[in-house]
């Protein structure tokens, strides 16, 4: 399976698409195709659904369907794509955010440590800068702040320290286990999976500028979604559901948004039992209301 959904169906009755059957709607995230799939089984016949994705192994999922228009670009240009297929307003948007589990599994992709490959986590392969490019180019202030914001690590000078004195011996980082090797006195056995997690987090955001993406995801969604539309959001981290629950307090206080649910949905026991990768997830809902 490319990519196992996660709260599928919660997200998916978010949306109210009984209410809007021959509406419009984004899938903003395509992925393995799990939640365009649950969409168009509600859609009508005359529905429209949109699907984003800037990895092109991602796009390939996209249903042959006359209802879906397949964009291959981030989600942070929605509000162009939108305007560019002439459409006047959007129903329902979904996202589902972060790595696929075949973006996770697939060795040579780089986004894992479980791997030896190559330091690439591009989502979108087509773009010049990768991992190892982070790694051996930016300056230990540079490289302190990537991992103290997006990996929220405590000793994030020390891990830009050790990287930029491993620079210095003229030996490149160019793999994921050699990135292992040069951090090895960072953690052990107990605490290697937590420390190496946030590690790899934190340069896969910064080579896909994945924060200012959702950024701009939100503001675009802002702008396209018509009143009463729903905007429905799964986050896999505290950045991510920090940002999108900002958003919506914000837009909330506007009179712009009204919150569907005040406390995230999260997945059940059983859930979290069969797919693992579910845990983290958190799923925030708000409505268009002007």
């Given at each position: 399976m490319y990519h196992k959904p996660v709260l599928l169906e919660q997200s998916v009755d978010a949306l109210c698409i009984e209410e809007k059957r021959d509406g419009v709607y984004i899938d903003a995230t395509l992925g393995?195709?799990?939640?365009?799939?649950?969409?168009?089984?509600?859609l009508g016949s005359k529905g429209t659904l949109l699907v984003f994705d800037q990895d092109a192994e991602a796009i390939e999922n996209a249903p042959n369907d006359k209802r879906v228009i397949a964009v291959r670009s981030n989600f942070r240009f929605i509000e162009n794509?939108?305007?560019?297929?002439?459409?006047?307003?959007?129903?329902?948007?979904?996202?589902?955010?972060?790595?696929?589990?075949?973006?996770?599994?697939?060795?040579?992709?780089?986004?894992?440590?479980?791997?030896?490959?190559?330091?690439?986590?591009?989502?979108?392969?087509?773009?010049?800068?990768?991992?190892?490019?982070?790694?051996?180019?930016?300056?230990?202030?540079?490289?302190?702040?990537?991992?103290?914001?997006?990996?929220?690590?405590?000793?994030?000078?020390?891990?830009?320290?050790?990287?930029?004195?491993?620079?210095?011996?003229?030996?490149?980082?160019?793999?994921?286990?050699?990135?292992?090797?040069?951090?090895?006195?960072?953690?052990?056995p107990q605490t290697e999976r937590k420390f190496l997690g946030k590690v790899f987090q934190a340069l896969r955001i910064e080579v896909?500028?994945?924060?200012?993406?959702?950024?701009?995801?939100?503001?675009?969604?802002?702008?396209?979604?018509?009143?009463?539309?729903?905007?429905?959001?799964?986050?896999?981290?505290?950045?991510e559901d920090r940002i999108v629950k900002n958003f919506l307090r914000s837009g909330k206080a506007e009179g712009t948004f009204s919150l569907v649910n005040k406390k995230p949905i999260l997945p059940t026991e059983e859930e979290m039992a069969a797919n693992g990768r579910s845990r983290s997830a958190k799923l925030r809902v708000a409505e268009r209301i002007k």
């Open positions: 393995g195709g799990g939640h365009t799939r649950e969409i168009l089984d509600r794509f939108v305007k560019y297929h002439k459409i006047e307003g959007v129903d329902g948007i979904i996202a589902d955010l972060g790595v696929s589990s075949h973006q996770f599994d697939t060795a040579e992709r780089g986004f894992s440590y479980r791997f030896d490959s190559q330091l690439d986590m591009r989502m979108n392969k087509e773009q010049k800068l990768s991992a190892r490019e982070i790694v051996a180019e930016s300056s230990l202030d540079d490289l302190t702040r990537i991992f103290r914001e997006y990996g929220e690590l405590e000793n994030a000078r020390k891990v830009a320290t050790l990287i930029c004195r491993q620079r210095e011996t003229g030996e490149p980082i160019l793999t994921t286990s050699d990135l292992k090797s040069v951090l090895e006195k960072l953690y052990n896909n500028q994945e924060m200012r993406a959702l950024e701009d995801l939100l503001c675009g969604s802002k702008e396209v979604l018509r009143s009463g539309g729903r905007l429905s959001v799964i986050t896999y981290h505290s950045l």
